[in-house]
């Protein structure tokens, strides 16, 4: 499966983004998440969905403000951001995981989000 986000942008701090991911296939049995990637940091993963329950699961970091959702009939997975830090600056990649972990399969190309 191939994936590519959209959404990046540059804002201001306490501004609002939403990522999409657009999957090429069928997603309805994958376990999906957003990674991102700071300047000079590891990867991380912010957010993921699980397949079937559609339980979420966030990094104590964006807690509170990011929504992760993801829409089967569109084979497309929302990152909703909220209340942006400077902190979250970073390329923000989408995923296609091993169910029940961090572990990914598919990675996305990524998209830029720049918060000043």
């Known amino acids: 499966v191939q994936l590519v986000e959209s959404g990046g942008d540059s804002v201001e701090a306490g501004g609002s983004l939403t990522l999409s991911c657009k999957a090429s296939?069928?997603?309805?049995?994958?376990?999906m998440g957003w990674f991102r990637q700071a300047p000079g940091k590891e990867r991380e993963g912010v957010a993921r969905?699980?397949?079937?329950?559609?339980?979420?699961y966030y990094a104590d970091s964006v807690k509170g403000r990011f929504t992760i959702s993801q829409d089967n009939a569109k084979n497309t997975v929302y990152l909703q951001m909220n209340s942006l830090k400077p902190e979250d600056t970073g390329i923000y990649y989408c995923?296609?995981?091993?169910?029940?972990?961090?572990?990914?399969?598919?990675w996305g190309q990524g998209t830029q989000v720049t918060v000043s």
């Open positions: 969905i699980a397949t079937g329950s559609g339980n979420t």
């Open positions: 296939g069928d997603i309805s049995n994958y376990c």
């Open positions: 995923a296609v995981r091993v169910c029940g972990s961090w572990s990914v399969r598919y």
